[in-house]
């Protein structure tokens, strides 16, 4: 794929949706980190089933640390591993009060060497909470980057040194979340929709659908 087409790519995306954004459930750093980190192997949908429950409770280091794990765990049960992911949370809201005057960091170190806080995560945060152009390849974007030939890769930390390497400037900060909400709901794993795809004749994948 060359660079022009990887620049139709991202003048289409933007087109069709100019301010995309997560679609985890929000109204602080603090709260995006919580959310991100209960979303691993888990929906966007239970993850905010949960936090509107939450989060009225209990959103900043301090209230959640007040409420406990145990307490912490009836309110996201339903949340694949739970059990693992209150202990994180936990733990990264103690590292947040006692390191960082209770505010989420806004360095990948600070927040890689928070528990439950990986690569991807601290990307996310970077990102949406912060605004900085970085790129966190989850399985739709490492998908995405795969299969249509605009960021082929071995494992995910290449997809992304890729994506930042070949998107252009000016795309970079929302690249994450068009690229995410295409894989989604279009370019999905099984079955993906090229009737609807805004990039179709751009696309480099072998199995594409015939729409025409």
């Known amino acids: 794929m060359n660079a022009a087409q990887r620049r139709q790519i991202f003048e289409r995306l933007q087109a069709a ?4 954004k997560t679609e985890l459930e929000y109204t602080s750093a603090f ?14 949908i239970s993850v905010n089933a949960a936090t509107r429950h939450l989060y009225p409770i209990a959103n900043t280091p301090q209230t959640i640390l007040d409420l406990g794990e145990e307490k912490l765990t009836t309110y996201i049960q339903r949340i694949g591993l739970y059990k693992t992911k209150a202990k994180h949370v936990i733990k990264t809201c103690k590292i947040l009060i006692e390191q960082h005057n209770g505010i989420v960091p806004q360095t990948r170190e600070a927040l890689e060497a928070l528990p439950g806080v990986g690569r ?3 990307n996310v ?3 949406t909470a912060f605004g900085q152009p970085t790129m966190a390849v989850d399985t739709h974007i490492f998908r995405i980057g795969n299969r ?8 995910v930390l290449d997809v992304e040194m890729k994506l930042l390497k070949v998107i252009p400037k000016e795309f970079m900060l929302n690249a994450h979340h068009w690229l995410i909400l295409h894989g989604r709901y279009l370019c ?8 609807e795809c805004l990039i179709y004749d751009l696309c480099e994948y ?3 659908t015939d729409v025409f």
């Open 188 to 195: 999905r794993a099984r079955k993906p929709n090229c009737a």
């Open 17 to 20: 949706n100019p301010h995309p």
């Open 120 to 122: 991807k995560t601290a």
């Open 125 to 127: 945060i970077l990102n």
């Open 206 to 208: 072998k199995g594409r």
């Open 148 to 155: 249509t030939g605009l960021a082929p890769g071995k494992n």
């Open 31 to 44: 709260e995006l980190l919580i959310s991100v980190m209960l979303s691993a192997q888990a929906t966007d």
